[in-house]
Nanobody, 122 residues
């Protein structure tokens, strides 16, 4: 398991924006599915957004139209742009990389990060 490195979390007021970043080794980034999942306090893990190596994206219904996932091959980095944030978006956000695409959250991925805290105040 290769540790992915996330950054960009923090405290923001409702309606604000944050951009999360996740760097991965090039050998993984170029071919793996990349994505973000989150763990809200006291709730189950949720799959937030996914992007394949070909650029296909998928989002959780609650973030559709507010969040955008993208990947920059020159920097081996995947981003999650989060706009119009809501208090219910508060969670620890984890980046992951996997050889297989799924549109549901899983307990295990090939590689993942330690997570970055996002807190949205009302």
């Amino acid at each position: 398991q290769v540790q992915l490195v996330e950054s960009g979390g923090g405290l923001v007021q409702a309606g604000g924006s944050l951009r999360l970043s996740c760097a991965a080794p090039g050998s993984i980034f170029s071919t793996y599915v990349m994505g973000w999942y989150r763990q809200p306090p006291g709730k189950q893990r949720e799959l937030v957004a996914t992007i394949t190596s070909g650029g296909y994206t998928n989002y959780h219904y609650s973030v559709e139209g507010r969040f955008t996932i993208s990947r920059e091959y020159a920097k081996n980095t995947v981003y999650l742009q989060m706009n119009r944030l809501k208090p219910e978006d508060t969670a620890v956000y984890h980046c992951y990389a996997d050889r297989m695409y799924t549109n549901y959250v899983r307990e295990n991925y090939d590689h993942w990060g330690q997570g970055t805290q996002v807190t949205v105040s009302s």
